[in-house]
Antibody, heavy 119, light 108 residues
Framework: EVQLVESGGGLIQPGGSLRLSCAAS????????MTWVRQAPGKGLDWVSV???????NYADSVKGRFTISRDDSKNTLYLQMNSVRAEDTAVYYC?????????????WGHGTTVTVAS | EIVLTQSPGTLSLSPGERATLSCGAS???????LAWYQQKAGQAPRLLIY???ARATGIPDRFSGSGSGTDFTLTISRLEPEDFAVYYC?????????FGPGTKVEIK
């Protein structure tokens, strides 16, 4: 079964750091574009970052320079390193797979992990 | 930067009725990279439609997508109880994904 399971969320103070993990099963992370999408409480979906099969990365302007996406191919796991976090980074963070045959539609989503930035 | 708008914000309908959801783009976009998602409360989004009109795996044929340029539509031909949810359109360009603000389809 194709599955993504996020972990690492929690309460963090403004300016702090946190690393989110996303363990994949049923497919190979490195063979797909992988992305993070977040959703602030009561709000819509907000794309955060992508990593391509070849390792190219891209970020939303709101997180560029603060967040880093990476993967560990040996563990089939995706990460999001969050530094210098702000209150506006409070959200559910979804790890997701960009489909190979869905014209860049995101076809597999994790259940999400909640990040709360507060003092 | 492309901005997506969705209308209406909320759609109040009864089971069995037809739902028509609109997604507008601030400039013409490729229909090849326009997708729709469904999100139920407390759940992750689910891909419904990609390339503006192609149904994702396992999506019932009561869901259909259409449109081009700046105007796109998601139609649910006959609402089932499980279809009451929030729907988002999304566009991809140059390794960036943009989502619309969503349309909530609620039970009337």
């Amino acid at each position: 079964e194709v599955q993504l399971v996020e972990s690492g969320g929690g309460l963090i103070q403004p300016g702090g750091s946190l690393r989110l993990s996303c363990a994949a099963s049923g497919f190979t992370v490195s063979n797909n574009y992988m992305t993070w999408v977040r959703q602030a409480p009561g709000k819509g979906l907000d794309w955060v970052s992508v990593i391509h099969t070849g390792g190219y990365t891209n970020y939303a302007d709101s997180v560029k320079g603060r967040f880093t996406i990476s993967r560990d191919d040996s563990k089939n796991t995706l990460y999001l390193q969050m530094n210098s976090v702000r209150a506006e980074d409070t959200a559910v963070y979804y790890c997701a797979r960009v489909g190979s045959w869905t014209s860049y539609g995101i076809d597999v989503w994790g259940h999400g992990t909640t990040v709360t930035v507060a003092s | 930067e492309i901005v997506l708008t969705q209308s209406p914000g909320t759609l109040s309908l009864s089971p069995g009725e037809r739902a028509t959801l609109s997604c507008g783009a601030s400039q013409s976009v490729s229909s090849s990279y326009l997708a729709w998602y469904q999100q139920k409360a407390g759940q992750a989004p689910r891909l419904l439609i990609y390339a503006a009109s192609a149904r994702a795996t396992g999506i019932p044929d009561r869901f259909s997508g259409s449109g081009s340029g700046t105007d796109f539509t998601l139609t649910i031909s006959r609402l089932e109880p499980e279809d009451f949810a929030v729907y988002y359109c999304q566009h991809y360009v140059s390794s960036r994904w943009t989502f619309g603000p969503g349309t909530k389809v609620e039970i009337k």
